[in-house]
């Protein structure tokens, strides 16, 4: 039986194929970062090191496979890990304390592809008119993920309380 840190591992490894070769297929990889979002969704203390790892690998894999600078991503990957896993707590937050770690921990990795992305002659993204749309996209998936994710943690304690898992 595969624990719930290798399956996490496996699916943002797995988001970084997609995002690499079937988000450009269809016009994609310029507006949703797949791993991205999906890393700020999960981040909290207790699963940094896995995101860590799989930013790591992931990032480069996506690099690698776009003939992009190599760690640019990685680096993006681990600063939003970093950033949003502290925002978050290790507390159950609700929704809104959810939401404010996913839209920090993205500023965090455009801010970081911005600049780095600058200075080495690379930018990602949609640019110029489409530029405020595609942030406008990833702040409400980021939002309704995490009201997602919150009304289904507190379903989830509702059905089996906290102490009925310890014992």
């Not at 079937?22 to 981040?43: A, K």
């Not at 920090?104 to 949609?126: D, I, T």
Request: glycine share 10%; net charge positive.
């Amino acid at each position: 039986m595969v624990n719930r840190s290798t399956l996490l591992f496996v699916v943002l490894i797995t988001s970084a194929l997609v995002q690499a070769r079937l988000f450009p297929e269809v016009g994609l990889d310029r507006w949703i970062s797949l791993p991205l979002l999906l890393t700020l969704l999960y981040s909290t203390p207790r699963r940094r090191p896995v995101l860590i790892a799989a930013g790591l690998i992931g990032g480069l894999l996506i690099d690698t496979l776009l003939w992009r600078p190599l760690g640019l991503t990685s680096a993006a990957l681990i600063a939003a890990t970093l950033v949003a896993a502290n925002v978050r707590g290790s507390a159950a937050p609700g929704w809104v304390r959810r939401s404010a770690a996913g839209l920090v921990g993205f500023a965090a990795a455009e801010l970081f592809l911005a600049l780095a992305g600058g200075l080495l002659g690379e930018s990602g993204g949609a640019r110029g008119e489409e530029e405020p749309l595609r942030l406008l996209l990833n702040v409400a998936l980021l939002i309704l993920a995490a009201f997602i994710g919150a009304r289904r943690r507190d379903a989830q304690l509702r059905e089996r309380p906290l102490d009925d898992r310890l014992g």
